[in-house]
Each structure stands twice: as structure tokens, then as C-alpha cells.
T-cell receptor, first 112, second 116 residues
């Protein structure tokens, strides 16, 4: 039973355009959400996070939006760059001090 | 090196064989985590140490899986009598703080286990 769902296995976006990666969750106890980025043969690296008291968090080209009523969050990357091609994992946790539950990931391809 | 180091990077084991996977966390990091990532899946939590204490082992899939961190630094994940369903990447991560989640977790490159 997947508690964190990333329904798009892959996404292709033109360089310079906006990339939008979506994530849904089922556990209403989740209070803290994270996005990780993973290149081939490397471990995941932290990208951006958001707590449930916010609906938006921005860090440079990356913005995460949270809609608690819909149990949905999204990661926006603008403008998309070739180095953004990677697998992106959505993750959630009941709080900062509990284990992280990961989604299956979305592979993002940035097209030249 | 400065990051989390895992060995071996690649391991092929015959079904029924025992394997041991090693993790060298970042020096001084209090917390250490093991995750299992099967093909096409996201990482799944296995176990968590704070120093030498194993505080959460709820994710270990069976009693064939055992993890230790005897001196609060290097950790070993041992899998006994390996089965084909154990084939996965085993990720180790460490954190300077006593927290299970958050942006302070640093992952290693993983140990790729294939059971044949």
C-alpha cells in the first residue's frame, strides 16, 4: 500500500521550460514533505522540503507547493536545465523526527 | 573521503549465501540509516541507529536481516540465506543529528546486491 504516490514514471521537458513533478499521499498524519534528486549510480540528495504549516517554499529555481486538503504536492523547476535530468523522489514523514517514506520516483528528461 | 562510503559497490550472491554490506558514515555523524531500493521503487526504510543504539528496526523485512553499529561509527548490514527477492540497492545514509528525517541526511552511493 503506497502511502506516497508518484504516478508519472517519467517526464520530458524542453530546456528552458517549466518542469512540474507531482506527488500524492494518503496518510493524513504526514506533516513534513521532501524532494530528493538522484543521478545514476549515486545516492539521493536532498533538494527542498516543506512543512504542513506552509503551502509554498521556494529555493532558487525550485518551488514546492503543498495542497493539504487534496493531499497533493508538486515540485516546479523553472527554467529547466540539462543538469536537472535525474530521478526525483517525493518523500513524506509524520514529523521531522520520524522516518521518511519515499515514492517510486519520476525520471525527468530535459530535452535540448 | 568526505561522504558516506559503502562497500562492496556490487555483489553477486548465490541463493542461500550470506552477505555483509558495510557503511562508513561521515565522521562524527550521530545517526545512521539503512534503506532498501528495489528496481523501479523508491528507497524503503530498513533500520536506524543513533550512535551504537539501534532505535528502530521496524523496516527489516525478515529475521534474515541483521544490522549492527557496535562502536557508533561503521555499520554492517548482514543478510543471511539470501533469496532472489533480496536483490536491490542497499543505501546507507548518515546525519549529524539525532533525527530520522529532514534535509540533513546524506546518502552513500549504495551497494548493489544481485542474488542468483
Amino acid at each position: 500500500d503506497q502511502q506516497v504516490k508518484q504516478n508519472s514514471p517519467s517526464l520530458s521537458v524542453q530546456e528552458g521550460r517549466i518542469s512540474i513533478l507531482n506527488c500524492d499521499y494518503t496518510n493524513s498524519m504526514f506533516d513534513y514533505f521532501l524532494w530528493y534528486k538522484k543521478y545514476p549510480a549515486e545516492g539521493p540528495t536532498f533538494l527542498i522540503s516543506i512543512s504542513s504549516i506552509k503551502d509554498k517554499n521556494e529555493d532558487g529555481r525550485f518551488t514546492v507547493f503543498l495542497n493539504k486538503s487534496a493531499k497533493h504536492l508538486s515540485l516546479h523547476i523553472v527554467p529547466s536545465q540539462p543538469g536537472d535530468s535525474a530521478v526525483y523522489f517525493c518523500a513524506a514523514s509524520p514529523n521531522r523526527d520520524d522516518k521518511i517514506i519515499f515514492g517510486k520516483g519520476t525520471r525527468l528528461h530535459i530535452l535540448p | 573521503g568526505a561522504g558516506v562510503s559503502q562497500s562492496p559497490r556490487y555483489k553477486v550472491a548465490k541463493r542461500g549465501q550470506d552477505v555483509a554490506l558495510r557503511c562508513d558514515p561521515i565522521s562524527g555523524h550521530v545517526s545512521l540509516f539503512w534503506y532498501q531500493q528495489a528496481l523501479g521503487q523508491g528507497p524503503e526504510f530498513l533500520t536506524y541507529f543513533q550512535n551504537e543504539a539501534q532505535l528502530d528496526k521496524s523496516g527489516l523485512p525478515s529475521d534474515r536481516f541483521f544490522a549492527e553499529r557496535p562502536e557508533g561509527s561503521v555499520s554492517t548490514l548482514k543478510i543471511q540465506r539470501t533469496q532472489q527477492e533480496d536483490s536491490a540497492v542497499y543505501l546507507c545514509a548518515s546525519s549529524p543529528f539525532g533525527q530520522l528525517s529532514g534535509n540533513t541526511i546524506y546518502f552513500g552511493e549504495g551497494s548493489w546486491l544481485t542474488v542468483v
